[in-house]
């Protein structure tokens, strides 16, 4: 019942261990590595800064929750006025961008989604203007 329980969090937060190259690759990169993990930290951070102008700018409905030290940001869409399976729907289904449900850490979570900004610009530009179109098809 304890196993059933952990593999549940671990399923719910997405968190798996990795396998052996993975493991060898992270002791790298954490031990060996201080300038390139620099210039991620940064380049995430940037990426942070340029969604959030850029949702205040774009759709003012959704809001970014500044985050303490993560790239897994969490969007406000509160004053969109769904939540849960339609907001999941509005992003994945209608916008293209895959997110996580923010309900599935938490009822708190109803209307709120996830969104990983550890990638390339140009993809998180490809990602903002799906959800741009969809946002406006919507009528927001």
Known sequence: KIKELIDKEIAATHVSTPNVFAMAAFMAAYNESEDYLNQEVSYIERNVEFLDSWLAENTPKIRLIKPQGTYL??????????????????????????????????????????????????????????ILDAYRKRGF
């Open 73 to 130: 940001l969490w969007l406000d869409c509160s004053l969109l006025g769904m939540g849960g399976d339609e907001l999941h729907a509005f992003f994945t289904k209608e916008a293209e961008v895959a997110v996580n449900k923010g309900e599935i850490f938490g009822s708190e979570g109803f209307d709120f989604v996830r969104i990983n900004v550890a990638c390339p610009r140009s993809v998180l530009e490809v990602g903002l203007k799906r």
